[in-house]
């Protein structure tokens, strides 16, 4: 499927310095804080000063009206090498995969990605209503509104199409909360069974209350630097081994039921010499449980439509045969606005240089990540992956 040109690896490039600030379902505090609080968590954990910071990667629905460029005057930050990228639930990996060539091709030495947004009362209304142009002007004059509708457009067609039932993605949701009960920062702390999975009240249908997202607020972060640079720092750190981005992959599909993962899946994993078969736990974006599936096709897991078998035969828990979301993904920790793209990477970072904040995969030396982000009526228009290795592995 590949259909670019092998890329250069990504030699001496590493990821490190995972650092959350704590979910809260609402907050009268500003984007701007959550980030600022990201970055001090970050030059703390690495024993940096700003000034050292030369490059810096930002997402966020909640900044407007800035965009990175004016952060960096909140933050006092004057780096040489900059971006904004809004791209919802793939900005984690975007912004890895960039800021890795921006540190490759010495444009920066030091990349601090941020992605944070605040919730308060009103502030998911207020999103909607500016989300999109097509979504303004095609989808909600006919009453159709925000991503609960479009994934349940998705879903029902996937249900159709593959004989998907809702056991099927319950038992994502009931082992993914099981993950979360060990993970500090997941906001949901109950347990929970697959009778209350099917019995909770009915939100667009075939979509119930534990298959929908819960907006929050709350930031998460990262640092990209040469690996001299962090071995110098003392920072434990986790290799680059391999990314993959795509926009409106397949346009021509009526209905989306495959992402962009399906064109760049083999330049993913032959750039980084290993298969899906070699993974030791998988982060996937999480909003809905459909989308989950998707990824675990489209990823090369299985084949497409085939999904629902797969969860059928896999335990997903943190010490299952195929651990998935292991700190509990954003159906059970909440979902920070853009810091929801960064959540699976910055667990898989946390894993993978042993520092689990909860449950920790045994022996785990490799992790893919994927994103998928920014959904119109009938599709999400972005799609990233990353694999990711323990240092000397």
Request: charged residues 20%.
């Amino acid at each position: 499927m590949t259909t670019t040109p092998m890329r250069t690896p990504y030699r001496n490039v590493v990821v490190a310095a995972p650092v959350t600030v704590p979910y809260v379902r609402y907050s009268i505090r500003s984007a701007h804080w959550f980030l600022a609080r990201t970055l001090a968590g970050l030059l703390d954990s690495a024993g940096l000063g700003k000034d050292e910071v030369d490059g810096l990667c930002v997402s966020s629905f909640t900044l407007f009206p800035d965009t990175a460029v004016g952060l960096t005057d909140h933050l006092g930050l004057s780096p040489r090498w900059l971006d904004h990228i809004p791209v919802g639930g793939a900005c984690g990996v975007v912004a890895l995969r960039r800021a890795a060539r921006a540190v490759q091709a010495g444009d920066a030495n030091v990349v601090a990605c941020l992605a944070g947004d605040t919730n308060h009362v009103d502030t998911f209304r207020q999103t909607l209503g500016s989300f999109s142009q097509f979504a303004r002007d095609a989808v909600y004059p006919y009453g159709s509104g925000g991503p609960n509708a479009s994934f349940a457009f998705l879903t029902d067609h996937y249900m159709r199409q593959h004989g998907a039932t809702r056991e099927d993605f319950g038992k994502l949701c009931v082992q993914q909360r099981s993950n979360a009960l060990g993970f500090p920062h997941a906001l949901f702390k109950k347990p929970l069974t697959m009778a209350q999975y099917l019995n909770a009240r009915p939100i667009t249908k075939p979509l119930h209350l534990f298959d929908c997202v819960m907006p929050c607020a709350g930031g998460e972060g990262f640092l990209v630097m040469s690996r001299q640079r962090a071995q110098r720092l003392g920072l434990p750190h986790a290799q680059i081994l391999s990314t993959i981005e795509r926009h409106n992959a397949f346009p021509e599909d009526p209905i989306q039921t495959r992402g962009g993962w399906a064109l760049d899946r083999d330049d993913l994993y032959a750039l980084a010499g290993v298969g899906p078969e070699d993974m030791d736990f998988v982060q996937t974006y999480d909003d809905y449980p459909v989308i989950n599936m998707m990824q675990l096709e489209d990823l090369g897991f299985c084949a497409k439509g085939e999904a629902p078998e797969f969860v059928r035969r896999h335990d997903f828990t943190w010490q299952g045969d195929f651990p998935l979301n292991v700190s509990g993904g954003q159906l059970s920790v909440g979902q920070a606005g853009m810091a929801g793209g960064y959540l699976g990477l910055v667990e898989a970072i946390r894993q993978l240089t042993d520092s689990a904040l909860g449950h920790a995969v045994a022996n785990a030396r490799l992790a893919l990540v994927s994103g998928f982000g920014m959904i119109n009526f009938d599709r999400g228009l972005c799609s990233a992956a990353a694999v990711l290795g323990r240092a000397n592995r």
